[in-house]
């Protein structure tokens, strides 16, 4: 049913190539839903943090640790 429902679909992701995605739960025929793009592994690490109240130096010596990316 997932198969024939196209909820599995395949998009480019920059540092693997082509991954397998969930696809968008609703179909429209008029107007048809289309995934352009996934975040990046570690793309929003930063803003998260900060919303978390990290200070930059803390990020940045996590970063230097090699905790995240």
């Given at each position: 049913q997932m198969v024939h429902r196209q909820m599995v679909v395949e998009i480019d992701y920059a540092p693997l190539g082509k991954v397998k995605q969930i696809g968008i739960p609703?179909?429209?025929s008029e107007?048809?839903?289309e995934i352009k793009w996934i975040p990046r592994y570690g793309e929003h690490t930063e803003?998260?943090?900060a919303e978390l109240g990290y200070p930059e130096s803390e990020t940045q010596r996590l970063r230097d640790q090699g905790v995240i990316e």
């Open positions: 609703f179909k429209m107007t048809p839903p803003a998260i943090l």
